[in-house]
């Protein structure tokens, strides 16, 4: 096991002047879950492969441990990739499989079988053994796919978006094995994927990235309380933040006729912006006598809970605004509701730079 560290770590593809990973600078603590995610395009899976020895380091570095493995091939690494399509070889065993780099390694036979066996109890494929990938399921082949990485005992664990092939509910299944089996083994893992409730749900820590540029990396708790700006603001959640642009007044932000308090010495820091970037969490509405008016378009009841759906009334910009309303609301389809936000649970961004704005 090891730490891994990106030192300004950049990546320059031939014929483009963007930088894929522009600067990364991100420590991974020993034993820790890390997930990189960001929408496509982001450099997440290019910071990985530079990580795996895959893609070249234009400037920077990057450690594994106390090892600068910046231009050392991939063998030299001591990590293990678990890919988004398995890459298993159709005409081994699972067994065979599982053992194939050990084979390539020179490793005795006994020793090979004990390690396969042992992980193949670990992800309860013992009755797999003999069988082709062919004949199991996606979600099996998936760990076999682990166990091929597990039986090499690396320092790191790499994976590419390893559920993306998974159909919705072993896709829930799966994250819940693979982020019980991280911490189980405690190896260093980083984890790539474009779905942030994947990476809300299994990551010790999240790094999000944009455009090949970290924009936070935090606990996922963390994340969702204090969004650094406002891409992360937008990207982190499900469903996603309400960001609604407001008319700073005299103690608050305006939004049409209904005017959310803030504190002045908050609305102090927005400078010489005459507006704000007001973010609202679906939880953070209340239904209430006066607020932002809101025609309903879709109710979505889940029991507990039901998801509001509607535009916003208070602009001619016809803005979707949702809503968790923790009681069964009978409204019909195109009535009006007044949402108005906990003042508690706001967050404030510069319209201009798009920053947190900080009490």
Do not use: C, W
Not at 31 to 49: D, I, Y
Not at 274 to 296: C, Q, S, Y
Request: hydrophobic share 40%; aromatic share 6%; charged share 25%.
């Amino acid at each position: 096991m090891a730490t891994v560290s990106f030192k300004g770590a950049t990546r320059v593809y031939p014929g483009t002047e963007a930088p894929a990973v522009d600067k990364l600078d991100l420590d991974i603590e020993d034993g820790e879950f890390m997930v990189l995610v960001g929408p496509s395009g982001s450099g997440k899976s290019t910071a990985l492969r530079m990580l795996a020895g895959l893609e070249e380091v234009n400037e920077g570095s990057i450690y594994i441990g106390e090892k600068d493995v910046t231009h050392r091939p991939p063998k030299e690494r001591d990590i293990a990739m678990v890919f988004q399509n398995y890459a298993l070889y159709p005409h081994m065993s699972v067994a065979d499989n599982m053992g194939f780099a050990l084979k390539m390694q020179g490793l005795h036979k006994e020793e090979r079988a004990k390690r396969v066996q042992d992980a193949a109890k670990l992800l309860g494929l013992e009755e797999y053994l003999d069988r082709k990938p062919k004949a199991l399921s996606g979600g099996q082949r998936q760990r076999v796919a682990m166990g091929r990485a597990i039986v090499r005992d690396p320092q790191v664990f790499l994976m590419d978006e390893p559920l993306s092939n998974l159909d919705a509910k072993l896709r829930v299944q799966t994250r819940t094995q693979i982020a019980e089996l991280q911490h189980r083994l405690g190896v260093t893992t980083v984890y790539v994927t474009h779905d942030q409730i994947e990476a809300m749900t299994m990551g010790d820590r999240v790094a999000v990235l944009k455009d090949g540029l970290l924009q936070q990396v935090d606990t996922p708790l963390n994340l969702y309380d204090g969004p650094k700006n406002l891409f992360v603001a937008g990207f982190i959640g499900s469903p996603a933040m309400n960001l609604i642009e407001a008319e700073i007044v005299d103690g608050g932000a305006k939004i049409g006729d209904y005017v959310v308090p803030i504190a002045r010495d908050i609305l102090a820091k927005a400078g010489d912006d005459n507006t704000l970037m007001l973010g609202i969490r679906p939880e953070a509405f209340h239904l209430a006598d006066e607020g932002l008016p809101v025609k309903v378009s879709v109710i979505e009841e889940l029991g507990s809970d039901a998801y509001l759906y509607g535009n916003a009334e208070h602009t001619s910009v016809n803005q979707q605004i949702i809503a968790r309303i923790g009681t069964r609301l009978h409204s019909e389809k195109g009535g009006v509701v007044h949402l108005a936000p906990d003042a508690d649970k706001l967050h404030l961004f510069s319209t201009s730079t798009e920053e947190r704005l900080v009490a």
